[in-house]
């Protein structure tokens, strides 16, 4: 088998970035470092600025206030070209004349690297993503996952230090994008270079990061693995926008004692190192949400619909307050639209905000 020749890769730093757009700032002092080899993934919804900020780590906008750096290079003010990146878009800007071939070679003959080379490093990258017997098609012969493999090809040939990849799935059907996910997952761990990636997909986040960088009106929310993100949010934001189905919120109050109250009812509650007293959000995930045994602690859902989904069942339903709640039961249990249940969780799980959203601690 060919071998690639991933010699380099590189961390960055981004400090203390701004980028307006005339007179709407987009990005508002961002601050992050990225260890070298790292998968990163910038999340968040439509507009936050994710696309933007990737487009500043690549060179293709110009920064309004102050740094980038890639490996220990200050690569503000260079061109895309001379900051060792190589991205992925989600349209995957194949030439439609070319063969696939000549489309994954075409940075290298443009930057005019020998014949030799050229073939030697095409040939590499097209048998990692098994792509080897279709070197003389025409993109317009090729699938959806097969172009998004060669717009991938491109990069790979051209041995950046950094991978930037801006949704590059969102084009796939469902099926496809879960095999592509894998496909960009397995060719991390086999090249080991920093991968940058943006998507809106909490579940494409979750599964391909080691670090996501959470995004909201040009801020970053919060930073961290993405299992740190799920059990341990700092704000509602993040605690609703990471996790499928979604974190449950409900109105409660937090007695003297610790005790949560919920409409009338009374939950013991987390230790806390905070004071707050009064109302609150508390978060609880559905999978943490359980029917109670007689004489528990608990609160009532009257169940509204039930969705059976093989492994689990996901029941939808209000509580006193009329807040929707949903819950996560395993196989043997059953319930019915209608139905009134006593719910329990364990304090542990319970995850409080004030009323700004802030988790309190
Ligand atoms: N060239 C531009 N000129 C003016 N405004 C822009 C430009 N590019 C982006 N914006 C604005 O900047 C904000 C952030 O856009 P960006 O594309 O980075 O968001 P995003 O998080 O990637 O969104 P999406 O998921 O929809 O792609 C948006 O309000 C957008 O309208």
Known sequence: MEQIETTRTAGLRLNRLYKSFGGL??????????ESGEFVVFVGPSGCGKSTLLR??????EVTARDVFIGSKDVTERDPSERGIAMVFQTYALYPHMSVAENMGFG?????RSKQEVERKVRAAAEVLQLSQYL????SQLSGGQRQRVAIGRAIVRDPEVF???EPLSNLDAELRVEMRIEIARLHRELGNTMIYVTHDQTEAMTLADKIVVLRNGEIEQVGPPALLYDDPDNTFVAGFIGSPKMNFVSAERANDGHIR???????????ETSHKGALTLGIRPEHLRIARENEPCFPMRV????????VTYLYGDLESGTRCTVEIGRGISAEPGDLLHLT????????FDGEGRRLR
């Open 136 to 139: 003389d098609r025409r993109p």
């Open 56 to 61: 500043l780590i690549a060179g293709l906008e």
């Open 262 to 272: 919920i409409g009338s009812r009374n939950m013991p509650g987390p230790d806390l």
């Open 345 to 352: 969780t364990d304090s542990a799980d319970m995850r409080l």
């Open 25 to 34: 700032a987009v990005l508002k002092d961002i601050n992050l470092d990225i």
């Open 304 to 311: 509204h619909f039930s969705e059976f989904l093989g492994g």
């Open 108 to 112: 290298l003959k443009a930057a005019k």
């Open 164 to 166: 930037l990849f801006d």
